[in-house]
């Protein structure tokens, strides 16, 4: 049985502005009205209203403008970003990511610390407070991207992005992924820089002073891997690559070769197989070859003979 009594509004004076607020943000309410708007007894508009009020939060949690939500937020985030990076027309970010870029001017050198951002057409890395573009690059203007292991004061190994520009310059990146930027960075230039980052099928038109299998200590987040796969070595350039890698994932300039050695020790190759390279930016590259004698004639007839001496 019904109570045919009519609700009737109730004021309670201890009840505040906060503790409605507070209900609504935290329960919600929800309105049915019925309106009718009469002149001389002569009703002229109606209203129904069915409506829930309710924070944000207690809104999702009920599944209720989820869309939107998303929607907005979405959109919220592509504005920031764009005012952020004063994006130019038709360009569109591929990924970001926390990094810093290694600053080497004079004395000081130094990490700072930023968001890395590649987009279809620069990469750069801002700082967001205060705001300001800590370094940048146009996509083609980079001659040369690759993973560099670097020793930490912590003694602890980690992967950098070494970018080398068209002219020569060499920037150093962090990233939170750095084999995934370096990836989409790859994937990004394909097609703009065939003469810095050759397929496997570049530089066929120049004579090989060497093209056979090695093996190469590809530098990982884990520690380094070694992986076959195969060199050429042409006056210019040598590249490696695994059968499984869409692009090499070794290439150096004979220019920057500063000395070839045999390493003692055991590598894939076997006892005394390991060649190491060492380039003018005071890095390692360490091969292993099934011949490493003959390997090590071909490098070092390849490399510039100041860098030998």
């Known amino acids: 049985m019904t109570d045919p009594t009519p609700m009737r509004p109730t004021r309670e004076p201890r009840v505040t502005l906060d503790d409605l607020v507070e209900v609504l943000l935290n329960k919600g309410a929800v309105l049915h009205l019925d309106l009718i708007v009469a002149v001389a007894d002569i009703p002229l508009i109606g209203v129904s209203v069915r409506a829930a009020i309710a924070g944000m939060e207690t809104m999702l949690e009920y599944g209720m403008m989820r869309n939107w939500d998303e929607a907005t937020r979405a959109w919220a985030e592509r504005s920031a970003v764009r005012r952020a990076l004063d994006l130019r027309e038709g360009e569109s ?33 801002l700082r967001e407070e205060p705001r300001e573009v800590l370094w940048q690059t146009e996509l083609s203007a980079v001659g040369a991207v690759r993973l560099k292991p670097e020793q930490t004061v912590g003694a602890e190994e980690r992967l950098r992005l070494e970018v080398r520009s068209a002219g020569g310059r060499r920037d150093l990146l962090s990233a939170r992924e750095p084999e995934a930027l370096h990836d989409l960075l790859v994937k990004a230039l394909a097609g703009r820089l065939a003469p810095a980052l050759p397929t496997g099928s570049a530089g066929e038109d120049e004579p090989p002073i060497a093209d056979g299998h ?18 050429r070595l042409t006056a210019d350039r040598l590249t490696w690559k695994s059968p499984v890698d869409g692009r090499p994932a070794l290439v150096l300039d004979t220019t920057d070769v500063a000395g070839v050695e045999r390493a003692a020790g055991y590598g894939p190759g076997g006892e005394g197989s390991v060649l190491v390279l060492r380039t003018t930016a005071g890095e390692e590259i360490r091969l292993s070859a099934d011949d490493p004698e003959r390997w090590l004639r071909w490098l070092t007839s390849a490399a510039p003979e100041p860098a030998l001496a």
């Open 214 to 231: 090695l093996w190469y200590e590809e530098p990982r987040r884990s520690g380094p891997l070694w992986r076959g796969g195969r060199a």
């Open 93 to 125: 970010v591929v990924r970001r990511m926390s990094g810093g870029h290694l600053l080497t001017e004079g004395v000081y050198h130094g990490w700072r610390p930023g968001t890395v951002y590649l987009t279809d057409q620069r990469l750069l890395v």
